[in-house]
């Protein structure tokens, strides 16, 4: 008797007005396989507007191409000024806008739960993050992106806490959906 592969694939972001990275993890059973890993370059686009419209065609396409069941986002990071976070907060809106009305499961989490997830300690350094999934991954990851690589982290933290039973009873910080599966209208 021979056993069904089970395949599912996650989109995870890591949102940004600049450079938004993303990358797509493939988990057939429980062997993780990154299928793409990149990011979206927003520098040449002038007005914010543009920005967003660029990250939710690009989402939607990269969606469309990979069928992923579910993305993973990581929440922004409280900061200083009020605008940034104001812009940022709008791109996050606007991924999680893409993955939502092409039917995907949303799940955001915040930095310290992804390098938690990667590493075991939620202060880890980029660099750390990046070489732990390097070995969880057993390829060379790059890290002239850390946009991407982050992206990544957050695809693996989602598939690691969706394997877990009990991280369902974390708080929407720690990871929870922000609601289960919701259709375009």
Not at 39 to 66: A, M, N
Not at 86 to 115: C, F, H, N, W
């Amino acid at each position: 008797m021979t056993e069904k592969l089970k395949t599912n694939r996650i989109l995870g972001v890591d949102p940004g007005t600049n450079i938004l990275g993303f990358a797509v993890l493939s988990v057939e059973n429980k062997t993780l396989h990154a299928l793409e890993i990149g990011v979206i370059k927003l520098h040449q686009f002038e007005s914010h507007p543009e920005r967003l419209r660029r990250i939710f065609e690009r989402l939607q396409g990269i969606i469309d191409f990979h069928q992923p069941q579910a993305m993973a986002i990581e929440a922004p990071f409280y900061g200083k000024n009020p605008q940034s976070m104001l812009k940022l907060g709008r791109a996050q809106g606007v991924a999680i806008a893409a993955a939502i009305t092409k039917g995907l499961e949303v799940t955001e989490y915040s930095p310290k739960t992804i390098k938690r997830a990667i590493t075991g300690n939620g202060n880890a350094a980029k660099e750390q993050v990046a070489a732990m999934l390097e070995r969880i991954l057993g390829v060379p990851i790059t890290t002239e992106y850390l946009d991407a690589t982050d992206a990544l982290a957050t695809a693996v933290c989602h598939h690691y806490q969706s394997a877990n039973p009990l991280a369902g009873l974390a708080s929407k910080k720690d990871g929870t959906p922000f609601s289960g599966k919701i259709q375009a209208a």
